[in-house]
Nanobody
Framework: EVHLVESGGGLVQAGGSLRLSCAASGLPFDDAFIGWFRQAPGKQREGVSCISSSDRSTLYADSVKGRFTISTDNAKNTVYLQMNSLKPEDTAVYYC????????????????WGQGTQVTVSS
């Protein structure tokens, strides 16, 4: 069973930075697809970023390109999302998702999700 635990959320002022972590277990971490999604109140969940742990290829939503960076530490089975230049519209619950088979474009269909971590950006 895949188990994902997010951490690193919090309250930050606009322009600030946060780093989210997602610790994973129960899957072949060095050959999986791991992504970050977010859901703001009253809005649908949206994909933020995704990485292939095998070849380190990445995808980003247009809204976060140039501000967010996704990375992995395969030795620690952990994925990070470095978020810089945060904006109030980045406020949401951020979720980690992972799957050994579903590529980034299909990762939203996985059954493996973390519990989420709240990110709040004040103006």
């Amino acid at each position: 069973e895949v188990h994902l635990v997010e951490s690193g959320g919090g309250l930050v002022q606009a322009g600030g930075s946060l780093r989210l972590s997602c610790a994973a277990s129960g899957l072949p971490f060095d050959d999986a697809f791991i992504g970050w999604f977010r859901q703001a109140p009253g809005k649908q969940r949206e994909g933020v970023s995704c990485i292939s742990s095998s070849d380190r290829s990445t995808l980003y939503a247009d809204s976060v390109k140039g501000r967010f960076t996704i990375s992995t530490d395969n030795a620690k089975n952990t994925v990070y999302l470095q978020m810089n230049s945060l904006k109030p519209e980045d406020t949401a619950v951020y979720y980690c998702a992972a799957d050994p088979l579903l590529e980034c474009g299909l990762l939203a269909s996985t059954n493996s999700w973390g519990q989420g971590t709240q990110v709040t950006v004040s103006s």
